[in-house]
């Protein structure tokens, strides 16, 4: 199945900016869904962003308006520009996708990448 391979988290103050990417090992397929969820130490996962193929986009109420998702349909990629952050957004972000090929659904995650947001 495909991988996804993350990049861009870090360390940022209050109010800063990061910009997270996301790329699946393959292309040339389409990907139904591409997305991220975060997970912060002893909460459950929870959704930040995802977008499907045709463009549609679905925000987590917490970062509506801070963040935006964008994909590259061609390239399975996804990224994510998060601005204005806050220490509450510190976490592990999860880049995942969602997709079938013949018969078969699959839902892959990426190994996630540290964001910490420091006040």
């Known amino acids: 199945q495909v991988q996804l391979v993350e990049s861009g988290g870090g360390l940022v103050q209050a109010g800063g900016s990061l910009r997270l990417s996301c790329a699946a090992s393959?292309?040339?397929?389409?990907?139904?869904?591409m997305g991220w969820y975060r997970q912060a130490p002893g909460k459950q996962r929870e959704l930040v962003a995802v977008?499907?193929?045709?463009?549609?986009?679905n925000y987590g109420d917490s970062v509506k308006g801070r963040f935006t998702v964008s994909r590259d349909n061609a390239k399975n990629t996804v990224s994510l520009q998060m601005n204005s952050l806050k220490p509450e957004d510190t976490a592990t972000y999860y880049c995942?996708?969602?997709?079938?090929?013949?018969?078969?659904?699959?839902?892959?995650w990426g190994q996630g990448t540290q964001v910490t947001v420091s006040s």
């Open positions: 995942n996708a969602g997709y079938t090929k013949g018969p078969k659904w699959y839902d892959v």
């Open positions: 977008m499907s193929w045709g463009g549609s986009t």
């Open positions: 393959e292309s040339g397929f389409s990907i139904n869904t």
